[in-house]
Nanobody, 131 residues
Framework: QVQLVESGGGLVQPGGSLRLACAVS????????ITWFRQLPGKEREGVSC????????YYADFIKGRVTISRDIAKNTVYLQMNSLKPEDTAIYYC????????????????????????WGQGTQVTVSS
């Protein structure tokens, strides 16, 4: 049974940092690409970052590039999203997801992934950036 479980969200002040974790079961994170999405209030889910096979290549959406780092720990079967210099407009529910394929889906507009194409999702973790 495939399961993705996010953790690490919370309330942080502007300029602060959080590290989100996505614990995966049913897949090995070394075998599939994992993507982080976020959903801002009243908006559709948007791809934030993806880590792919075979070499752990990483990709970032233009709107957040330079402020986040995606990584994986194959021994723990977990993918992380380190977020720095957080802004109030980063407030959202953050999800990890997989299409159960090796590569990341990159869009021509600089975005990452298309939410409708992802079969496996975690429950999400709330990130709130506020003073």
């Amino acid at each position: 049974q495939v399961q993705l479980v996010e953790s690490g969200g919370g309330l942080v002040q502007p300029g602060g940092s959080l590290r989100l974790a996505c614990a995966v079961s049913g897949f090995t994170v070394g075998d599939v690409a994992i993507t982080w999405f976020r959903q801002l209030p009243g908006k559709e889910r948007e791809g934030v970052s993806c880590i792919a096979l075979p070499d752990g290549d990483t990709y970032y959406a233009d709107f957040i590039k330079g402020r986040v780092t995606i990584s994986r720990d194959i021994a723990k079967n977990t993918v992380y999203l380190q977020m720095n210099s957080l802004k109030p407009e980063d407030t959202a529910i953050y999800y990890c997801a997989t299409e159960a394929i090796a590569l990341c889906t990159l869009r021509d507009d600089g975005g990452i992934g298309k939410a409708d194409d992802y079969a496996y999702w975690g429950q999400g973790t709330q990130v709130t950036v506020s003073s």
